[in-house]
């Protein structure tokens, strides 16, 4: 052991000295070398952030990983059972999406179907399907079309606790719901980023129309959040609305539309109670379906392949560069014949030769990996602080620590690769060269 | 005196152009502690075949040699560096230094060569040692470039004497420098005996050869005695 701890601070010390000794050519083994490793750092870089982003939005749109999802059919009398058995829990959440109309009253709204405010279109609340799925925003038969008018259409989610702690929604501007208070009898909303540019572009009357409700309330909008969605939504406390809408309404059983449960992925306790109560009111067991968030895995399987071509070609460059390293190996080690001969007479073992030179070659890998390095954490700092306002998904970007890890792998491969021929060659270099020259 | 060196019947064969030649044809040589020896021998004549079986560069083709006792004919190669490291200086016609390193750092290297480890300290304390050793310390930090013939064959004896060997080699330490110079570093490798420490002088020069305690001929493969000399 102690004989191995020598040999190898003899190796790192000879070949550190090599290094400084060469230092032109240590300088362009790294150039050649430089490329290669940085193109694998990018592109662990790029995958990591890519898999982050995509996660990232996931969580918005659909939970957290680990969060457990259980879908309640839309029945009657399955949202009552729901809220009562989830109210004052702060370990699930039940929501609901339905859709409303804030604006003037009877009239079609700029975006009808909540479509997004610069890309109109979509399903429409005004339209009619025959039984083959053809659906058509004329007015039915004997029916006049809705007058257009100022009032913009948005998917309202009614939620009975904090969803964030499933969906991390980001915060964008005023506040967010606060569920300990009493109930509003004017219903608290925070909008999307989408229904806040309507907002912003649009002028319109304080009426929220919800159908089904017994009356049109009047809203008050209190923040604004990102939850990845691209069309108008809104989020509400299901209590609030509940003042004027029938809880019976909350699920549309003819659209299919009911509950989403989410849960912690330890509320195991809420899950039985809240399935059994179900079952209890009639609700068939296979009905209830609830299963774990695990997008990560999902995502990371997406990405992967796209992951190995990138790295393949990485790879490549990389090749580039050990050959560059080999080339100059093999050169310098021609040129030092006597004073590895030399350092064979004084005792030292091939083994040791052979260790000098891979040292000097890791040691260059090694320079180069975190040169590499560097530039990646300066480039991304820059693409954070000029693109980081206009993309949202580019702003607080970190170094991925596996880009790093990947950056120093690739270069002590690369220092391996190139320096073994070198190594094996002054391994061989004959002893008697020092008595003949 | 200790018997260091027991060479009996070696033979050495060395592939020719265009057949074998035997180079060592049977050569029985003995080495104690403290004694000196020189080699005398026409170019060609297998002197430094001779001293590169004696140092553990190559192996004879047959014939025994003992050091210390112990046969060491046939030592594989990790054992022979561990033993080269252990038990022999070497000094050679040319120097052999780094240009790109000091003075002290190359005699270093005889101690920075794997076998077995020394403090940077201790490492440090035994370099000047062995520069003091042969006169020339206050050019610890100097390079090679700045450093005169003399200068830099007393840093390679200095790098030959660091690891304190039993038996010094000296292959024609003296063919580049004057005759002055080569006095000054002939002084020094006799020094080291002083401490019974075994030398073998490879010269063509006859004036360094008679300084040796004894001088032998190597002709036609056979090492002749060529008489007890004093000390000069």
Not at chain 1, 338 to 357: D, K, W, Y
Request: net charge positive.
């Amino acid at each position: 052991m102690i004989g191995l701890s020598g040999r190898f601070r003899s190796a790192l010390i000879i070949g550190g000295q090599g290094i400084r000794a060469r230092k032109l050519r240590t300088f362009l083994s790294m150039v050649s070398l430089f490329l290669g490793v940085l193109a694998v750092v990018v592109v662990q870089a790029g995958a990591e952030i890519a898999e982050r982003a995509v996660l990232a939005n996931t969580e918005l749109t659909e939970g957290r990983d680990g969060t457990v999802k259980m879908y309640v059919p839309p029945k009657p009398q399955t949202v009552p059972v729901t809220l009562e058995t989830l109210r004052g829990r702060t370990d699930a959440v039940a929501s609901t999406t339905t859709m409303a109309i804030i604006g003037e009253p009877g009239v079609t709204p700029i975006n009808p179907g909540a479509a997004p405010f610069d890309q109109p279109g979509g399903y429409t609340s005004g339209m009619t399907c025959d039984q083959y799925g053809n659906c058509t925003d004329e007015p039915p038969e004997g029916q006049e079309a809705a007058p257009s008018g100022q009032a913009i259409e948005l998917q309202l989610t009614a939620m009975t606790g904090d969803i964030r702690q499933f969906r991390p929604f980001r915060p964008g501007s005023g506040k967010w719901l606060d569920f300990a208070s009493a109930p509003s009898l004017s219903p608290r909303l925070v909008l999307n980023l989408e229904a806040a540019k309507g907002f912003g572009r649009y002028r319109v009357p304080a009426e929220m129309r919800i159908t089904g409700a017994d009356a049109n309330p009047t809203p008050r909008i209190i923040g604004v959040i990102d939850d990845g969605n691209p069309q108008p939504a809104a989020y509400v406390r299901s209590d609030e609305l509940l003042n004027w809408l029938p809880a019976t309404k909350l699920a549309d059983e003819q659209a299919g539309i009911g509950l989403t449960v989410m849960m912690a992925p330890d509320a195991t306790a809420v899950e039985q109670t809240l399935r059994a109560r179900l079952v209890a009111s009639g609700i068939p067991p296979k009905d209830l379906h609830a299963e774990p968030i695990n997008f990560r895995k999902e995502a990371a399987t997406e990405l992967a392949l796209m992951r190995w071509i990138f790295l393949g070609m990485a790879g490549l460059v990389l090749l580039i560069g050990v050959a560059g390293i080999l080339n100059v190996g093999l050169a310098t080690v021609g040129e030092r014949i006597e004073e590895f001969a030399l350092r064979r007479a004084v005792g030292t073992p091939r083994s040791l030769l052979a260790g000098i030179v891979l040292a000097e070659t890791l040691l260059t890998g090694l320079i180069t990996a975190a040169a590499a390095i560097g530039t990646g954490v300066a480039a991304l700092k820059l693409v954070t602080i000029f693109m980081g306002d206009g993309e949202p998904s580019l702003s607080n970007l970190e170094f991925p620590w596996q880009a790093g890890v990947a950056g120093v792998v690739a270069g002590l491969i690369a220092g391996l690769l190139g320096g073994f021929v070198p190594a094996l060659r002054a391994a061989r270099i004959p002893i008697a060269t020092v008595m003949r020259a | 005196m200790t018997e260091l060196i027991q060479l009996t019947g070696i033979t050495k064969t060395l592939k020719g152009q265009t057949a074998p030649r035997t180079i060592l044809d049977g050569v029985d040589l003995t080495l104690h502690s403290g004694e000196s020896l020189a080699i005398l021998g026409r170019s060609g004549s297998g002197k430094s075949t001779l001293l590169s079986l004696i140092g553990l560069f190559d192996r004879p083709d047959s014939g025994q040699y003992l050091l210390g006792g112990r046969d060491i004919t046939r030592l594989p190669e990790r054992k022979a560096a561990a033993l080269r490291s252990a038990e022999f200086g070497f000094v050679f016609q040319r120097f052999f230094l780094l240009k790109h390193m000091t003075a002290a750092q190359n005699v270093a290297m005889a101690l920075v060569n794997g076998q077995g480890w020394l403090p940077r300290r201790k490492r440090r304390a035994r370099v000047m040692a062995a520069l003091e050793q042969v006169g020339i310390a206050h050019l610890a930090k100097h390079r090679p470039p700045r450093l005169s013939g003399g200068e830099q064959q007393r840093v390679a004896i200095a790098r030959a004497l660091v690891r304190e060997p039993r038996i010094l080699l000296a292959d024609e330490p003296t063919g580049a420098l004057d005759t002055e110079t080569g006095n000054l570093v002939i002084t020094a490798l006799q020094s080291a005996t002083e401490r019974g420490c075994g030398l073998i002088l490879v010269t063509h020069d006859r004036d360094h050869a008679d300084r040796m305690g004894r001088v032998l001929q190597l002709s036609s493969g056979l090492l002749a005695p060529a008489g007890e000399r004093v000390p000069a």
